[in-house]
């Protein structure tokens, strides 16, 4: 992808940053896309992963907000989630001055989905593409190489705060519509990490929770915008959300 457009920084270090996209020029997005990379929390991970979906937006129509935050040994637990709902009012608050309007549409990957979900209460809505959904879990069953004892040093018995805060499941009924979208050949977060979200968040009420189950898609394959989910995951982006 080109360079952005712009970049908004919100806050001091070299990571508090969002590059921006305009969609054609001369033309009215159809909403601003914030989109929030994975890479279980480590450094070496960066907003390069969502390019290439960034591109497709763009050509799409939509306006583009690529998300990067503090993570690793730069950002332990809760920067993260501070950074990324910071972005998200970051980007609202200088939308007018891109004469951007539409709906503020939040797409994370993994545990770019678990971010996203927790920053709901700042969108108007959110795809979450294999998403992390607990932490806690992430810890038990070891995913991601042992990400989560990595990056929170402990586990959820000695840090148990920090383990719900950071889980999507224990922080329900999101605060706008949500997609999950997961491929049942994903072998970094599995398929039930999905299933078991939605159903929890589906009967916590609120704003509505759907599930895009993909046969075959794998955990990288979700943020192919060459992949099969994609063209169905674009067109309930455009029909979800109402402007708040």
């Known amino acids: 992808m080109n360079r952005p457009d712009g970049v908004v920084r919100y806050g001091s270090h070299p ?10 020029e001369g033309s009215q997005p159809r909403g601003v896309a914030l989109v929030v990379h994975g890479g279980y929390w480590r450094e070496r991970f960066t907003l390069a992963l969502m390019r290439p979906l960034a591109a497709d937006l763009v ?3 939509w306006a583009v907000a690529n998300v990067e935050y503090r ?13 990324v709902r910071a972005a998200a009012a970051a980007v609202a608050a200088s939308a007018w001055r891109w004469s951007w309007g539409g709906p503020l549409v ?3 990957h993994s545990v770019g989905g678990q971010l996203v979900l927790l920053a709901s209460g700042e969108l108007d809505s959110a795809v979450a593409l294999a998403p992390v959904t607990d932490a806690g879990r992430a810890w038990a069953e070891g995913l991601g190489d042992g990400a989560a004892a990595e990056f929170f040093g402990a586990g ?8 719900a805060e950071a889980s999507p499941i224990r922080r329900l009924p999101p605060g706008c519509p949500v997609l999950a979208v997961h491929g049942d050949a994903d072998d970094r977060v599995p398929l039930a990490h999905s299933l078991d979200y939605v159903r929890a968040a589906s009967g916590a009420g609120g704003s509505p929770v759907g599930l895009l189950e993909v046969p075959g898609l ?13 063209e169905a995951t674009v067109g309930w982006m455009a029909g979800a959300a109402v402007v708040r």
């Open 59 to 61: 050509a799409r129509g």
């Open 218 to 230: 794998t955990h990288l394959g979700a943020i192919d915008p060459a992949a099969p989910h994609w």
């Open 106 to 108: 939040g797409i994370g």
């Open 71 to 83: 993570r690793g040994a730069s950002g332990p637990w809760p920067a993260p989630d501070d950074d």
């Open 15 to 24: 990571d508090q940053r969002v590059e921006l996209h305009d969609p054609a």
């Open 156 to 163: 959820p018995t000695e840090l148990p705060g920090a383990y």
